[in-house]
Structure formats: structure tokens, C-alpha cells
């Protein structure tokens, strides 16, 4: 068995643990038996594994299910989105990675007019000044969750390299950050304007040496009762400090009424992108930062340079 099939079985394995603690087993043994099926599938048609698939592969997948009756077609779709929607919120996947965004249910790729309606055609980003007021209403522990914020909005990783991180990984002399890529198991080196105050409480000050497992843990983000932080925990602590700060939005409920929240560790990330094209740095060497394989997902951030072309016509355009 490949190292890759190997990472993959413990991800999915990951995915059931969680599911059977946050729903039922039955429901969590469901999603796997299905997931599974899809996954044989995607490896026996198209000699891919689950974190490559695309959204033809999915409706593919359906149109295959055609024999299939309407609860079990509906049975296997919600498994493949809840496993993606897992990952997504873990950041082992992008939101624009999503292979099950925009189709419905079955065969329908088709999406409904209101999520139509709410969905944004450029990546939801979060401004600075947000950052400052969701820092400003961390959930405790404090220190530790404002470096998390810092983290992901100074140099624009993924959830599942920010969870990663060893002490080790740090070089605070160059400020700069050795990543293990999420998507490649490769090594990037990150870098961040100021992440001193927050490193000096949380290492130096003893709030690190606070919790129970420090001593056992390599890894520079931890909680009480765990050497390493969750896949969720994250994204959780993210859209705690904005709701804190009164600055959530839903974008909109999926077909299981699930709610889409506009700031989460991904917009973060787009907000790191943002930030970075609408002051001029060089898309490739944005690409290099965010550790996308190709170029042409980080040029999807150049639609921030649109928006400030137009904006600036607007305000300073002739009018007649």
C-alpha cells in the first residue's frame, strides 16, 4: 500500500471518528459505506484518489447510480458532500476544491436561485479591519487563538498546515514558518510581518507550559487535553471570534440545512490573498506562498485588482 493510500485511510478514518461523535454511528457507518463505494469507483474508472476528484467525477459517479433508488442516490451524494465539506472545513481541501459545490442532488448540477442569489463570484475575504475586531473577541484561551488569527491571516496557510506546525518549525529570527503542504505532503517556507507579542505570551510567558500535554508536544498549537489541535478546531475558533464581533454572515444553507458561514480559516486565507494582490505582489510569487500547484487558482485573486480599477474609476472618473 502506497503512503498515499495510507494517508488517505487514516483521513477517512479521521471522518468517521467525527461523524460518529457529533452524530449517530448508524448515520457515521452510512457515509462510510458509501464514501467507500464512491472511493472504489473513483480508483477503479479513473485511477485517481479521494482528494483529486473533480465535479464531473461526482456527477459521473451519480449518473452511474441510475438503476438506484431515490434515497440511496440521495444517500451516497450526501455522504461524498459531507466528506468534502469535512475536509474543507479541516483545510485538507480549498472551498473552490469543493468537487460537490453547485450540484444539488442526483444528476442535477443545477444549483437554486437563492443560493444563486447569495453566492459570490469572487472568494469570500476577510479585511483587515475584521481581523482586528475578531482579535479583539478571541474565545480563551486568548493568546493562543489571536496567534491562531495571526497565523492564518499573516501568511495565508491552510488549516491542516497551521494544526502542524512544530515548535521547531519556526525561525523567529526570520520570522518565517516551514509548512508542510496540505495537498502535496511537500515543505514551504511562509513568512509574517509580526507575530512577536503573541509568540512571547504563548512560548516565552509560560501560556504555552500552561497546558497539561506541553511537555509531550512537539507541535506549537495544543489544548488542554490534546498534543495537537482537532481538523475543526480551527475554523471553529475563526467563526467564534467573528460572531464574537458581530461581523458573521450565513451565505447561505445547503440541501441539508447546513449554514455557510462567509468568514471561516479559508477567508482568512483569500483575505491573505487579497491583501497581497491589491498591493502589487507578483501572482507567481503568490503562488509560491499559497502553495498552489497551479498558477491559474491563484489567479483567481486578481479579481481584487478588478474590483480596485473600478472602484477608482467611480471615484475619480469624469462623470459627463
Known amino acids: ?37 464512491f472511493r472504489e469507483w473513483i480508483h477503479s474508472e479513473h485511477d485517481r484518489g479521494l482528494l483529486t476528484v473533480g465535479k464531473r467525477d461526482v456527477q459521473e459517479h451519480l449518473q452511474t447510480l441510475d438503476g438506484y433508488g431515490n434515497k440511496s442516490v440521495e444517500a451516497r451524494f450526501t455522504a461524498i458532500q459531507t466528506f468534502y465539506t469535512w475536509c474543507e472545513n479541516g483545510g485538507i481541501i480549498e472551498d473552490d476544491e469543493h468537487p460537490t459545490q453547485n450540484i444539488v442532488s442526483g444528476v442535477d448540477s443545477s444549483v437554486t436561485r437563492k443560493q444563486e442569489a447569495l453566492r459570490s463570484e469572487k472568494p469570500p475575504a476577510v479585511k483587515e479591519h475584521e481581523v482586528r475586531q475578531m482579535l479583539d473577541h478571541v474565545p480563551d484561551p486568548t493568546v493562543r487563538n489571536r496567534l491562531i488569527i495571526k497565523i492564518l491571516f499573516q501568511t495565508g496557510i491552510r488549516a491542516e498546515e497551521l494544526r502542524n506546525i512544530r515548535i521547531r518549525d519556526i525561525d523567529r529570527e526570520e520570522r518565517a514558518i516551514r509548512v508542510e503542504d496540505a495537498k502535496s505532503e511537500k515543505y514551504r517556507t511562509v513568512y509574517y510581518i509580526d507575530l512577536n507579542p503573541e509568540l512571547r505570551d504563548w512560548l516565552d510567558n509560560g501560556r504555552r507550559a500552561g497546558m497539561r500535554p506541553a511537555d509531550e508536544s512537539e507541535y506549537l498549537l495544543l489544548t488542554n487535553r490534546s498534543e495537537q489541535l482537532s481538523r475543526n478546531r480551527p475554523n471553529r475558533i475563526v467563526k467564534t471570534a467573528a460572531e464574537n464581533a458581530g461581523i458573521q454572515e450565513t451565505i447561505y444553507t445547503d440541501q441539508q440545512d447546513g449554514e455557510r458561514k462567509r468568514i471561516t480559516t479559508h477567508s482568512l486565507r483569500h ?42 474609476l467611480r471615484k475619480h472618473g469624469p462623470s459627463v
Open 1 to 37: 500500500m502506497s503512503s498515499e493510500s495510507r494517508s488517505v485511510d487514516q483521513l477517512i478514518e479521521d471522518f468517521r471518528r467525527d461523524k460518529v461523535h457529533n452524530q449517530t454511528e448508524s448515520t457515521a457507518e452510512t457515509h462510510l459505506q458509501n464514501l467507500t463505494a
Open 271 to 312: 483575505g491573505f490573498a487579497r491583501h497581497c494582490v491589491k498591493n502589487g505582489m507578483d501572482i507567481s510569487l503568490l503562488q509560491g506562498l499559497m502553495g498552489h500547484e497551479n498558477i491559474e487558482t491563484t489567479k483567481t485573486y486578481l479579481v481584487f485588482v478588478d474590483e480596485d480599477r473600478k472602484d477608482a
